[in-house]
């Protein structure tokens, strides 16, 4: 055990999945769990990520450890309204999506013992119900220390975080604001335009229906909760501003290729940024940091994973994941498996092959 007792507020996807991460690594002894919604706090309790539904302050009252775990916006309430029920030499952190004015108010009202935090890890999914114990496995988890931090409330904090399996980076406050900026913030602010945009036209509803991967992949985060992403773009307002310049900059630029029908100019965006895009390390997160997958096709027949899966297991290959990724009824359908070797990989296509069923590498 690293901490014997600590609070979580708000107990959402992130505060709840660390809740789960550490009570069933037993990393800490007793979490108590705040929340203004009491679905997610009774959810939290039941699947056992607190041990404990409490209210402040009471909630803070002898933590060692304090994980604020709510939108950005409510930092400063929060830390006002418990800091004169904190104990002395308790750890406060935060997983909030900015930063600069996060570590800030929190230096300001609690000192040298906050340490702000950032697993870059989530999901477009809000509250308990999309928690997961294995969220930070292999994400990178981020941490700002400032000239002013205290360096065992840093240790304790980057133990707990290493301890739940994510790689903790550190950073400044200012530099972490901008990073976040430009490959999330941005993205929502996009993915969220995108979606106004064709909402917008006169074809939009059907458009939206025929959507296949462009449109749903490009867009999967603008179903993300409200209330967080106001705060984000509110407290990391210059920096959105900022990278939106760029962002703006490469569109014109595009644009004004498309106007003149510029083939050549075309070809040569187009080519250096898919070749940027396929350097992008696959798999920085989940619960392992490279999969090697097959992609094997099989008919609609009951019974017909658990073959595949029985087949592997008398291999002695084993599955590190796997999904359905289309399904026809009657017919027959695609499914990913994972593997966490390029020889397990190699085995399973040999093994399938030779049993006649199509698969090829998935690349
Ligand atoms: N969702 C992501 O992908 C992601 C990833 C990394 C960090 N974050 C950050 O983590 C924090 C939580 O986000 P989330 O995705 O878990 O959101 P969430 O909506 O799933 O959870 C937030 C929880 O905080 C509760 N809450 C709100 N105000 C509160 C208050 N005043 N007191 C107590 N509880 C309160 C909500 O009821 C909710 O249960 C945010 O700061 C967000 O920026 C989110
Ligand atoms: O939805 C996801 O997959 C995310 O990881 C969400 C995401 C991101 O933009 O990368 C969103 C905000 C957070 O602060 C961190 C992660």
């Known amino acids: 055990m690293l901490i014997k007792s600590c609070a979580i507020i708000g107990v959402g996807l992130i505060g709840g999945s660390l809740g789960l991460a550490m009570s069933e690594r037993q990393l800490v002894g007793h979490i108590r769990g705040v929340d203004v919604n009491r679905e997610n706090l009774d959810m939290a309790l039941a699947a056992g990520a607190i041990h404990q539904a409490a209210a402040l302050p009471d909630a803070v009252t002898g933590a060692e450890l304090v994980i604020l775990a709510a939108p950005v916006g409510t930092t400063q309430e929060l830390l006002k309204s418990m800091k004169p029920f904190l104990k002395p030499g308790a750890v406060i952190t935060d997983v909030g999506s900015t930063k600069k004015s996060v570590v800030q108010q929190a230096e300001a009202l609690i000192g040298d013992r906050f340490v702000g935090g950032h697993p870059m890890t989530g999901a477009e999914t809000a509250g308990f119900s999309g928690a997961d114990p294995f969220l930070f496995e292999n ?67 059907k458009a939206m229906a025929l959507a296949a991967g462009g449109f749903r992949d490009t867009t999967r985060i603008a179903a993300g909760s409200p209330p967080m992403w ?116 190699d085995r399973a296509m040999e093994l399938f092959q030779a049993r006649g069923i199509k698969c090829r590498r998935k690349v």
């Open 230 to 345: 106001r705060d984000i773009f509110l407290s990391n307002r210059r920096q959105v501003l900022q990278t939106l310049e760029h962002l703006r900059g490469a569109m014109d630029e595009l644009e004004s290729a498309l106007r003149r029908q510029d083939a050549e100019k075309l070809m040569q965006i187009l080519s250096e940024t898919s070749a940027i895009r396929k350097k992008l390390p696959v798999k920085p997160k989940g619960y392992l940091p490279y999969i090697y997958e097959l992609v094997v096709t099989v008919p609609d027949r009951p019974g017909v994973i658990a073959g595949l899966a029985g087949m592997l297991g008398e291999a002695g290959i084993n599955i590190a994941e796997i999904e359905i990724l289309r399904a026809r009824e009657g017919y027959g359908g695609t499914i990913r498996i994972g593997f966490a070797t390029p020889d397990e990989q």
């Open 139 to 205: 994400a990178f988890y981020l941490l700002t220390p400032t000239a002013q931090t205290n360096n065992d409330a840093l240790e304790t904090v980057r133990r707990l975080v290493q301890a739940t399996g994510a790689v903790v980076m550190e950073m400044t406050p200012e530099e972490h604001d901008l990073i976040t900026a430009a490959i999330s913030h941005l993205p929502h602010f996009m993915a969220v335009s995108l979606v106004a945009a064709v909402a917008g036209m006169s074809i939009g509803d």
